[in-house]
């Protein structure tokens, strides 16, 4: 059901579809000097489940009276984030990188029970949907800029973006003339056709030798010791630990046909995230990679239901990728997710994750420790014993079978003899 309304960022707009004139918003520091520019149009179309157990499609735009509030900003990271209509929001949030910066993320809140945006919803939960944006390589004191389309799809949601005008660092005190394009803005040069020029003579036959370039050679995969197992947590308001985890982080990653793997290295890692009713974030960044991960819970059972990993490659070019339609470490509410052996997981085509002894828990924490733990199959030694015990009865009864056959076979022959 939480899928259903991933991403309806569009929700505290009004049901009517009006004309979009974007919405600008400055955020300023503790001095009152502008420190962060954004002005942009989004729409969303979501998909919801109502109670007459049918999915209903709704349409808005990002509404101009938002609330920028909690938006903030500093030398290495940036937040906006826009609070709209009942218990909405839309946050993006930036980090900087040398004399780069980025969107690391963006998070769309939305409230079901908003009987206006989602009439006769069968849930009345608020979801919080997170993806990874295409906004990298962006130079301080630059603005990034996009007025072509662009669709972020998330399950049943469609979210779309145009005309985005943003400079999440600025550091002089007002917004800078020098812009970084997009790639649907950036016009392409076609490369002409190569002509290859054949000469001929009669003197003598033509021999054509073809110089055929070597096939394409794969890296090997580097051979790295087993990493470190980090303890990292997330602390609520009132200071407790609300989110734990614990586990050695592996990536394997390819780009093209190179393909590298990675350990997360605990010391020095940057814990940060944040803690919700039914969804959760986890980021660690260090100096070679950041990943981030969300749990989601439908109240019963929590699950890790997106990742998303950026490192940026030896030559000085980003790689990012990332999955927002997981179902892993699985786990009844209350209690935690544990998988001490070696395991991998193939995100997407390009990347993939290895966790050694692995614990997750990231609701319903008690005291700043583990609840029970639900173990993964690989750790359950629990169901060799039925195995075992089968395998010592089949055994046991070929065994039985066999001697009987003997038994029968003497006794013919002895029939046979009198």
């Not at 707009?13 to 520019?37: F, M, P, R, W």
């Amino acid at each position: 059901m939480s899928r259903y309304a991933a991403f309806v960022l569009f929700l505290a707009c009004g049901i009517a579809v009006q004309v979009s004139h974007g919405v600008e918003v400055n955020v300023t520091d503790s001095q009152d000097k502008l420190c962060l520019y954004a002005n942009l149009m989004v729409n969303f179309s979501v998909s919801y489940e109502t109670k007459g157990n049918e999915n209903k499609t709704v349409k808005m735009e990002l509404p101009n009276d938002v609330t920028k509030s909690a938006s903030k900003c500093d030398n290495i990271s940036s937040l906006l984030k826009l609070d709209f209509g009942d218990g909405h929001s839309f946050s993006m949030n930036f980090s900087m990188s040398g004399k780069m910066y980025q969107a690391d993320f963006i998070t769309v809140s939305y409230n079901l029970s908003d009987s206006s945006l989602f009439p006769d919803s069968l849930s009345n939960e608020t979801v919080s949907v997170t993806v990874k944006p295409q906004i990298t390589n962006v130079g301080v004191d630059t603005c990034y800029s996009c007025k072509s389309e662009d669709v972020i799809q998330a399950d049943f949601v469609n979210m779309t973006l145009w005309n985005v005008l943003i400079q999440a660092f600025v550091s002089n005190g007002s917004k800078s003339e020098k812009i970084t394009s997009c790639k649907a803005d950036t016009p392409t040069t076609p490369v002409p056709p190569t002509t290859h020029a054949t000469s001929t003579t009669t003197a003598a036959p033509v021999t054509n030798s073809t110089s055929t370039a070597p096939p394409p050679t794969t890296t090997p995969t580097p051979t790295l010791p087993p990493p470190i197992t980090g303890n990292y947590s997330i602390k609520s308001g009132n200071s407790t630990a609300c989110l734990l985890a614990n586990f050695g982080l592996r990536i394997g990653f390819r780009q093209g046909e190179k393909y590298q793997e990675m350990n997360l290295e605990p010391n020095g890692t940057k814990v940060s995230g944040t803690c919700g009713v039914n969804s959760s974030e986890l980021q660690l960044t260090s100096n070679t990679m950041t990943v981030m991960f969300t749990f989601t819970n439908d109240t019963a059972k929590f699950r890790l239901h997106a990742l998303n990993f950026t490192t940026k490659m030896s030559s000085g070019v980003e790689f990012s990728e990332g999955n927002t339609n997981l179902s892993l470490w699985e786990a009844a509410l209350g209690s935690s997710y544990m998988c001490n052996k070696e395991q991998n997981y193939t995100i997407t085509s390009l990347l993939t994750l290895y966790t050694f002894n692995l614990r997750v828990q990231p609701f319903g924490v008690a005291k700043g420790v583990f609840s029970t733990a639900h173990e993964c199959s690989l750790d359950d030694t629990s169901i060799l014993i039925p195995i075992i015990v089968g395998a010592a009865l089949a055994g046991l009864i070929l065994i039985v079978v066999i001697a009987y056959v003997i038994g029968r076979r003497k006794t013919y022959v002895g029939y046979q003899t009198l």
